[in-house]
């Protein structure tokens, strides 16, 4: 496992503790309970351990989202839930 959510439960923002080799480039697919994508990010790992906000989810409706991330051919999918 190459990154950690630290919480399931996000509102406006996820943050993620990333340990991946530097100079790559990490992917993330955040998708809606049925399928469709809604947001997609993309970073360069600068370091090999690094803490990231995802901003700007203020806007997306409550309900379950999967996150997938990818980098190079390794890939984890984590189940997440948007509160109020």
């Given at each position: 496992?190459?990154?950690?959510?630290?919480?399931?439960?996000?509102?406006?923002a996820?943050r993620?503790?990333?340990?991946?080799?530097?100079?790559?480039?990490?992917?993330?697919?955040?998708?809606?309970?049925?399928?469709c994508?809604?947001?997609?990010?993309?970073?360069?790992?600068?370091?090999?351990?690094e803490?990231?906000t995802?901003?700007?989810?203020?806007?997306?409706?409550?309900?379950?989202?999967?996150?997938?991330?990818?980098?190079?051919?390794?890939?984890?999918?984590m189940?997440?839930?948007?509160?109020?």
């Amino acid at each position: 496992m190459f990154a950690k959510v630290k919480s399931s439960v996000f509102i406006d923002a996820l943050r993620l503790q990333l340990s991946a080799p530097k100079g790559i480039c990490l992917r993330g697919v955040l998708k809606d309970d049925a399928g469709c994508v809604c947001r997609t990010i993309e970073k360069d790992i600068i370091a090999d351990f690094e803490e990231m906000t995802w901003a700007g989810l203020s806007d997306l409706p409550y309900g379950r989202y999967t996150l997938e991330l990818s980098h190079g051919d390794n890939e984890m999918k984590m189940n997440l839930v948007k509160r109020v």
